[in-house]
């Protein structure tokens, strides 16, 4: 059974338990590139992560509570900020840095009393993949029905839709969204062969570079693009994306 927290900002948590988990791609992967390979086995440890992708209420609480500023997009006084909650506020948060997605995890982890962080590449996969190789969070077999990417986009306004919906393209864990909506950002450096070295037990690569880890693909990316294994990386000191996101875990928690 997963254990629960009490949430806060709305946030809703599921236990991802320790055990082994596959990372990366195998060769029998038809999409899989080189970045990915080889598929390797590591252990991880226990730890709670966010069901769905921050929501731009969500943010958007954040942004008024801190007075926090580092993007026009999320200025309360800027006419975008006005925009982005009008679509919807239970649409992902978007143009998010990966600096902006650490801010929000130190608000809100000052509040639940707790680490709130970004998830390792690592524990995105298995969150992601339920431990397996499986090429989607449902499985082997691409269903542009249970997620919102390339495939599919034009059904909702402004690409993106809600995080509560696609509940039954959900992972192993519950977790929604994991395939396309937004990119999401880890607390990785990129780098490009990375997985090759990476260590057996609670791998993160914390080796400097300008680029960070983001995971999932977006609603723009083609299914390729959107299997959880799929590596790709944006600059972290830049303005996020109009398709850059993230979600947040617990490691320790009371």
């Not at 769905?52 to 309360?76: C, L, M």
């Not at 989607?136 to 990417?149: A, I, R, V, Y």
């Not at 780098?191 to 990476?198: I, K, L, N």
Request: some cysteine; aromatic content about 14%.
């Amino acid at each position: 059974m997963n254990r629960t927290l009490r949430p806060y900002n709305g946030h809703e948590f599921t236990e991802v338990r320790h055990g082994m988990s596959c990372l990366g791609s195998s060769a029998t992967d038809p999409y899989a590139s080189e970045r990915e390979k080889p598929l390797r086995e590591v252990y991880i440890s226990s730890f709670l992560v966010c069901r769905h992708p921050t929501t731009r209420r969500q943010f958007a609480n954040f942004i008024e509570v801190t007075g926090f500023k580092f993007s026009r997009y999320w200025d309360p006084a800027g006419k975008e900020f006005a925009e982005l909650l009008e679509e919807g506020d239970d649409l992902p948060a978007i143009f998010i840095s990966w600096e902006a997605a650490q801010a929000y995890c130190l608000w809100l982890g000052s509040i639940m009393r707790t680490t709130v962080c970004l998830p390792t590449e690592a524990e995105w996969e298995k969150a992601a993949r339920g431990g397996d190789d499986r090429l989607w969070p449902w499985g082997d077999e691409f269903d542009p029905s249970l997620c919102n990417s390339a495939e599919t986009l034009g059904r909702y306004p402004a690409a993106f839709c809600p995080v509560t919906e696609l509940a039954e393209g959900a992972s192993p864990y519950g977790c929604l969204h994991m395939a396309g909506g937004v990119w999401e950002w880890c607390e990785d450096f990129y780098h490009p062969y990375s997985h090759r070295e990476a260590s057996f037990l609670d791998p993160v690569n914390l080796m400097p570079s300008h680029q960070r880890v983001v995971k999932g693909g977006s609603a723009y990316c083609v299914k390729e693009i959107v299997r959880p294994a799929c590596r790709d990386w944006t600059n972290s000191f830049n303005q996020g994306g109009g398709d850059d996101g993230f979600r947040v875990c617990i490691r320790t928690w009371r």
